[in-house]
């Protein structure tokens, strides 16, 4: 019997997104589990900000609620940071992991980051002056494209505090953490969190092993199934 595998989507996706790799995923005889993460898919807008924490939980309900137990997790971007987490809060609860373009070290440096949260405020005086409003919007959509946060931008309510939140929160201690298999799975043009990130993490995560694919990018797990599965296949069957 193979390990049961769960899914966790990245920031603005869902467990639909991941279809494609579900499908391959159990076409090799895996059960696989994939949910919408709170605030995305089919699930509701929080009310209130959330923080990895409040993620953790809504994983470890899930699993219990679904009666998953030991699986793999596989994780993108965002769903990598809660496996992280929730691996470091519940380190005997799962049997591996495989994590794809998670942002484990900050992939934005503290210069870039501290320009960008000055222009935004700088901007939000801007557009206090009478007839401004009407460029409002476009402005900020191509500014939050040029300095790489469009998940911000298009964060609603709630998640635009959550996002904030969850990019704050450190995960070098959880990485230290880790005491089981675990696979980085990487596009070699990622941009997003680029290849030295993943370089990093290795370095940092007990035994990790990093496989890099040529001519992928952030999305190569869910863009590109088969090559994904091919390259995590045999490392699936030895763990």
Known sequence: MKHPI??????????????????????????????????????KIPLKPLNLSDYVEFLSDYMQTERITNPIIIAQSFGGRVALKYQAAYPSSIHALVLTGTPGFTPVPKKKL????????????????????????RVRSW??????????????????????????????????KVNVPTLLVWGAQDIIVPVPIAKKM?????SAELIILPDNGHGVSYKNPKQFYGAIASWLRSV
Not at 20 to 41: K, N, Q, Y
Not at 114 to 137: E, H, M, Q, W, Y
Not at 202 to 206: G, H, L, P
């Open 6 to 43: 769960v899914v966790l989507h990245g920031w603005g996706l869902s467990a639909a997104t991941f279809e494609p790799l579900i499908t391959e995923l159990r076409s090799h005889g895996f059960p696989v589990w994939a949910p919408d993460l709170p605030g995305f898919g089919n699930t």
């Open 114 to 137: 501290f320009l960008f949260v000055t222009i935004a405020k700088i901007g939000k005086l801007f557009f206090l002056i009478p007839f401004t409003s009407l460029l409002r919007d």
């Open 143 to 176: 500014y939050y494209y040029a300095v790489g946060a469009r998940d911000y931008y298009r964060a609603e309510g709630a998640m635009r505090e959550t996002f904030k939140r969850i990019v704050r929160e450190e995960l070098v201690t959880s990485m230290k």
């Open 202 to 206: 290795k370095e940092t995560i007990a």
